[in-house]
């Protein structure tokens, strides 16, 4: 059983590996791009339209640092783009099981195994691509900052590291919180939204119009459940909690929602999707 979990997501991996690759080397290429649109933009400027020495602009408008060009649209778009691949691969992943030539969902279903190993090859493969694009981006954002100081001279430029990009980036800040706690909610939250909709998609699959309905009905089910701690503190008894009891509170709905969640993907896979 564990034998056929790796190979299946072996196979997971490696039928959007090119895609993955090719949008890994996207963001590198577009962002290094821009890095250096950037930087030779800025020293064009002071020499042709400002016709000022690097000590005298940095005298009349100050210096300038990396974290306020790698904020721009052309720097963050690859970002926000590979993040929005992502979200979609969550449904893609799935359905094309089903819509590709040959159906070849009912060739896994039938895999003397049992059909979970599908469910946790596909939630284990959408986990490692997220977390390898985060790599990706953080081992790459050296060379963007190395390129932009080679640049632009060193009497404009005001020195930052990795860290002061990623704090005082929004997008940054919300993809790779420095805080180990604030990192491990994020990706637990994260990897809920995942499973809740993994069941959305196997209720659909399982009912088609009804279980689009079904599936419909549980993500509103669950968003209000989410919401029920804030909605007590805000409403109907006004900072009557204290912030941390409402994020246990919320936590603890959130272990609720994905074990509900895992059970009735289980019992869906195994009982209700029929080849």
Not at 117 to 138: D, H, S
Not at 224 to 248: G, K, Q
Request: proline fraction near 3%; glycine fraction near 4%.
């Amino acid at each position: 059983m564990k034998h056929s979990f790796w190979k299946l997501l072996h196979y997971e991996i490696d039928r959007f590996s090119k895609i993955y690759g090719a949008m890994a080397l996207l963001t590198l290429v577009v962002q290094w791009v821009s890095t250096v649109w950037m930087a030779k933009g800025l020293v064009d400027r002071i020499e042709e339209e400002f016709r000022l020495s690097p000590f005298a602009y940095a005298d009349r408008f100050g210096k300038v640092s990396f974290v306020d060009f790698g904020s721009n649209l052309f720097f963050m778009a690859p970002v926000a783009l590979c993040a929005a691949a992502m979200l979609l691969y969550v449904f893609l992943i799935w359905y094309r099981d089903w819509f590709g030539k040959n159906s070849f969902i009912y060739r896994l279903l039938m895999l003397p195994a049992s059909r979970m190993n599908i469910y946790w090859a596909k939630l284990g493969t959408i986990l490692i691509f997220v977390f390898g694009l985060i790599a990706f981006q953080l081992v790459t954002l050296p060379l963007h900052l190395f390129t932009f100081n080679s640049i632009v001279p060193v009497e404009i430029r005001s020195p930052v590291t990795i860290a002061q990009i990623l704090m005082r980036n929004d997008l940054f800040q919300l993809l790779t919180p420095l805080r180990v706690s604030e990192f491990f909610f994020l990706y637990v939250l994260g990897t809920a939204i995942v499973i809740i909709l993994f069941t959305f998609i196997l209720f659909e699959r399982s009912y088609r119009l009804r279980g689009l309905i079904a599936g419909g009905l549980y993500l509103l089910g669950t968003t209000a459940l989410l919401s029920v701690p804030s909605w007590l503190n805000d409403t109907w008894v006004p900072n009557f909690f204290y912030n941390n009891e409402i994020i246990i509170m919320e936590c603890m709905a959130g272990l609720l929602i994905v074990s509900v969640s895992l059970w009735v993907s289980s019992y869906l896979i195994r009982y209700k999707i029929s080849v």
